[in-house]
């Protein structure tokens, strides 16, 4: 029984830590955008620069979850090296501002719900083993 629960726990752990955390960086990314370009501006927005940025951020909460639960924590340092050199050309040709701003905040917003959300199931799962 205490096997079903763990994998309970852990299934409910990804599907919070992927599903909500989306929403969750997309609000803290709104409240972090400050001030809007005007509609003339020429250069695109950092969220256009950026593509990919919802399903990046799915499986990077889902491997910091993962890795936690697996008791991995060197892994999370493998995920924050992928994102880094992904994201490395729109970072160092950023064309405009605000794009390494939402890089970070995007970022370290998921990492941290991620980690939240794994540690509240480890201690789940130790509660109920």
């Known amino acids: 029984m205490d096997v079903l629960w763990t994998v309970l726990i852990a299934i409910a752990a990804f599907a919070l830590s992927a599903g909500?955390?989306?929403p969750l960086t997309a609000g803290i990314l709104k409240l972090a955008g400050g001030r809007r370009r005007p509609p003339e501006?020429?250069?695109p927005a950092p969220?256009?620069?950026l593509r990919g940025g919802l399903w990046i951020g799915i499986l990077e909460r889902l491997a910091?979850?993962?890795c936690i639960l697996?008791?991995?924590p060197a892994g999370i340092a493998v995920v924050v090296a992928i994102k880094g050199l992904g994201r490395f050309s729109a970072l160092r040709d950023e064309p405009t501002g605000g794009v390494s701003e939402r890089f970070l905040v995007g970022?370290?917003?998921s990492y941290l719900w991620a980690a939240a959300v794994a540690v509240a199931?480890?201690?789940a799962i130790a509660a109920v083993g």
């Open 20 to 22: 909500a955390g989306a």
């Open 41 to 43: 501006a020429e250069a």
């Open 47 to 49: 969220e256009e620069i």
């Open 64 to 66: 910091v979850t993962g």
């Open 70 to 72: 697996l008791s991995y």
């Open 107 to 109: 970022t370290l917003t």
């Open 121 to 123: 199931a480890v201690w």
